[in-house]
């Protein structure tokens, strides 16, 4: 099996041991970084997940929000396990309705001094014209808060004070990987993990069972393309990010 250092292709210093994965919404990371995220677990990364919302406002449109956060939770996990993640928090906020506040940034300031992760991989604060769907106002305004709560906030110990009553001492981070932005410098080999991403999208069965039957071939091309663009010889899927160095 090829080595970690193999498969990440760009920022070539840095290898992981503790990944927190920071996202909106329930199946925001199995489009996003599934696959990426079963490279890092194959290679002995420890990866946790945050969710800032439940996915409370989306469909079905008959379900209470209620009814319909239980249901994404649930699938959330399951598709956790299919990529090797079995520790999940939820931030609890309002689907929707999400802006990058220091209420916020202190829930994630919490969870990243809670998991102490070197890595944290995040949605990208820049609306990409290219991906409109990718841009969701819930998106941007949950890597505005990632972004703010990795630097400065979770390593300043002035930050929050609370937190440290809490018991919640400053932590580092030291790389944030973005994605779905346009400036990539960091590219993924997720050829032996493309299955599995297309298996952890198809647990969010309340969102993804309409179109069970075209998605497969969607994430397929989509990974395909990126591979091309790559450039990496023998490479047929690729995630890409941009990394930012916060040390």
Known sequence: MPTLPDLLHGDDDFLPERALVIVAHPDDIDFGTAGTVATLTDHGVEVVYGLVTSGQAGEPAELSAEDLADIRQAEQAAAGKVVGVTELHWLGFPDGAVESTLELRKAI???????????????????????????????????????????????????????????????????????????????????????????????????????????????????????????????????????????
């Not at 290219?130 to 930050?159: F, Q, W």
Request: hydrophobic fraction near 40%.
């Open 109 to 247: 300031s919490r969870l990243i001094r809670m998991v102490k992760p070197d890595l944290v991989i995040t949605q990208t604060p820049e609306r990409n014209w290219d991906r409109i769907y990718a841009a969701h106002p819930d998106h941007l305004a949950t890597g505005e808060a990632v972004v703010s709560a990795v630097y400065p906030d979770a390593r300043n110990a002035k930050s929050y004070p609370e937190l440290l009553d809490e018991g919640y001492e400053p932590h580092a981070v030291s790389r944030i990987w973005l994605m779905a932005g346009t400036d990539h410098n960091l590219r993924v080999d997720i050829s032996a993990a493309l299955d599995r991403k297309i298996d952890a999208l198809l647990e969010h069965h309340s969102q993804n069972d309409a179109r069970a039957d075209v998605l497969p071939g969607m994430i397929r091309e989509w990974a395909g393309d990126n591979a091309k663009a790559s450039g990496i010889a023998g490479a047929t899927a690729v995630e890409s990010f941009r990394a930012v160095n916060t040390e």
